[in-house]
Nanobody
Framework: VQLQAFGGGLGQAGDSLELSCAVSGDTFSRYYMGWFRQAPGKEREFVAAIGWNGGSIDYADSVKGRFTISRDNAKNTVYLQMSSLRPEDMAVYYC???????????????????WGQGTLVTVSS
């Protein structure tokens, strides 16, 4: 399985950015997907997760109401629409595929089976 993330870049506080993650293979629709992020000097943290058919959505409190996770199973792609960006959102964002729903809903990065390569989001104040 290969995950490739796109869409990072530079934004200002209040801006919007969309990340996407394309997943190889023909079993994408069988897996929960999600996004984590890692800021410099900090541990990787959970951002959002989404179930097989777009349900079972979960967000970290820090992004709830500002970020939206979605998926298109026909395109093997998961998205993260980020709005009202804040300087504290600046991080490398990683898409993640979990072997079980509990693995990603636990919010523990150690339980993730597959990672994308990461895409940097920079937010200036």
């Amino acid at each position: 399985v290969q995950l490739q993330a796109f869409g990072g870049g530079l934004g200002q506080a209040g801006d919007s950015l969309e990340l996407s993650c394309a997943v190889s293979g023909d079993t994408f629709s069988r897996y929960y997907m999600g996004w984590f992020r890692q800021a410099p000097g900090k541990e990787r943290e959970f951002v959002a997760a989404i179930g097989w058919n777009g349900g079972s959505i979960d967000y970290a409190d820090s992004v709830k109401g500002r970020f939206t996770i979605s998926r298109d199973n026909a395109k093997n792609t998961v998205y993260l629409q980020m709005s009202s960006l804040r300087p504290e959102d600046m991080a490398v964002y990683y898409c993640a595929q979990a072997n079980t729903p509990g693995s990603i809903l636990s919010r523990d990065p150690r339980r993730i089976a597959y990672w994308g390569q990461g895409t940097l989001v920079t937010v200036s104040s």
